[in-house]
């Protein structure tokens, strides 16, 4: 190995249609979770994410109406 760049070069006219597709996958997913994490760690949000934590516990949102 005689240097990093040509360590990481990439052939990109070799590149099949899954590897662009694993490509473009991956940075998406990428981009997205640096927006979800901008959004759940903005203090703007706080107040409206704490309001809806605990969702996920609340059974009684299940029960029909005839129960209630």
């Given at each position: 190995?005689?240097?990093?760049?040509?360590?990481?070069?990439?052939?990109?006219?070799?590149?099949?249609?899954?590897?662009?597709?694993?490509?473009?996958?991956?940075?998406?997913?990428?981009?997205?979770?640096?927006?979800?994490?901008?959004?759940?760690?903005?203090?703007a949000?706080?107040?409206?994410?704490?309001?809806?934590?605990?969702?996920?516990?609340?059974?009684?949102?299940?029960?029909?109406?005839?129960?209630?």
């Amino acid at each position: 190995m005689s240097s990093l760049a040509e360590y990481f070069h990439t052939d990109w006219a070799a590149l099949t249609l899954n590897d662009w597709i694993g490509l473009v996958t991956t940075v998406v997913v990428f981009i997205l979770m640096i927006v979800a994490y901008i959004y759940v760690f903005h203090p703007a949000n706080r107040e409206y994410l704490e309001a809806k934590k605990n969702i996920p516990l609340d059974e009684s949102r299940f029960e029909s109406e005839e129960k209630r």
